[in-house]
């Protein structure tokens, strides 16, 4: 079973950046890995996945501004997150299984303001 360690989160005013990070026990290069986020009082909505190629695809509203990629080496997963919005405040987690995720790690929480 995967556990998962996301970090990179904090403060940040809009505008700024943020790069996450999720450091995977296991390997995980034959997955496709998503990043999902949660704000409170909202339901967990995907933001990006990219697949055991590398190719990623990302939500519409986070599209142009973020860019996920995958060190399968390192079995690490990132998000570099640029031109941060309020909106962007949720806690974010990665996750295998890009269409039925099935471990998740504790989230790192992201706050723009």
């Known amino acids: 079973h995967v556990q998962l360690v996301e970090s990179g989160g904090g403060l940040v005013q809009p505008g700024g950046s943020l790069r996450l990070s999720c450091a995977a026990s296991?390997?995980?290069?034959?997955?496709?890995m998503a990043w999902f986020r949660q704000a409170p009082g909202k339901q967990r909505e995907g933001v990006a996945t990219?697949?055991?190629?590398?190719?990623?695809s990302y939500a519409e509203s986070v599209k142009g501004r973020f860019t996920t990629s995958r060190d399968n080496a390192q079995k690490k997963l990132y998000l570099q997150m640029d031109n941060l919005k309020t909106e962007d405040t949720a806690k974010y987690y990665c996750?295998?299984?890009?269409?039925?995720?099935?471990?998740w790690g504790q989230g790192t929480q992201v706050t723009v303001s």
């Open positions: 990219i697949d055991a190629e590398g190719t990623a």
């Open positions: 996750a295998p299984g890009c269409v039925v995720p099935w471990a």
């Open positions: 296991d390997a995980t290069a034959r997955y496709c």
